[in-house]
């Protein structure tokens, strides 16, 4: 069990870091270098190809730039958010203290 929390744990701060670097490079960052990707090499095209820029564009409020770059991101972009927000919570136990639903978790004493 702690096991399997310590490999979320890993997880949240994986989802953390990855939109912490989108945030903070700057999007020209992701532009320079070959491309990499193996669904292009095989089949000439790729839907997925941009999607890191599109992201990082996303990140820094150039959306019309984000959804040039792939139209993925509506979709990507607000969901690696939701996720990243989520992580931060879980990793920082807020999410045991206080329960919207159910109230607070705390005893009055
Ligand atoms: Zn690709």
Redesign the pocket.
Known sequence: MKLRVRALKYQWAGIIAVAVALAALPPSWFEHGP?V????AAIGV??????VRALAHFFHGHLSEAVRMNLNVIVTGPLLLYLAADALVRLAGWDRRVNIWKGSNHRAT
């Not at 990707?37 to 292009?40: F, G, K, P, Q, V």
């Not at 790729?46 to 999607?51: E, K, V, Y």
């Open positions: 491309p990707c193996l669904i292009r790729c839907p997925f190809c941009g999607s």
